[in-house]
């Protein structure tokens, strides 16, 4: 069976709509042989998730925008398990290295923001690039309130990554 890792940090009720959102898409009646794994980002960020990651097939994360970027917890979570599960590094340090060794698996990603997300998406996508993922969805970038649109489209976001992983 095909696993999806969702990593997230959902510190606020607009961001726990994302996530519930997410998850919902993700474990759809409709989409069959995917096993779905919860994580908040700290429980993620340990030896064992380092495990989940390595044992996935495809991920969503997801985040707040926290003063032009991504959440702590979800820095942490990268900090813990990126050399471990496949990350490179460049010669100066930064992400960066020869990631194109062997399969690439899909990702998607949510981030909300009251005022702006650009900082966010772009601290989370060096991390992932630097990473043998590939992005697989455009980000979703909502501010604001959450409603049932931004819902929907949270939904669609982890719908269309475990729809990919459907052996």
Known sequence: MARLLVV?????????????????GARD?????????????????SPDGARE????DGFVLLTPANFGYMSGALKHFFD????????ALG???????DTTGGPRQPFGLVVHG?????????????I?????????TETLELLGDVGEDERAAAYEVGATIAALLVP
């Open 8 to 24: 997230h940090h959902a510190p606020t009720p607009a961001v726990a709509a994302l996530r519930d959102a997410v998850l919902a």
């Open 80 to 87: 813990t398990v990126f050399l471990h599960v496949g990350g």
């Open 114 to 126: 009251r005022y702006d997300t650009t900082g966010a998406v772009r601290s989370v996508l060096a």
């Open 91 to 97: 010669d100066d340090g930064g992400a960066g290295g």
């Open 53 to 56: 990651v390595l044992d996935a």
């Open 128 to 136: 992932t690039g630097a990473l043998p993922w590939r992005q697989a």
């Open 29 to 45: 009646d409709a989409i069959e042989g995917v096993d779905v794994l919860d994580r908040a980002a700290l429980d993620a960020a």
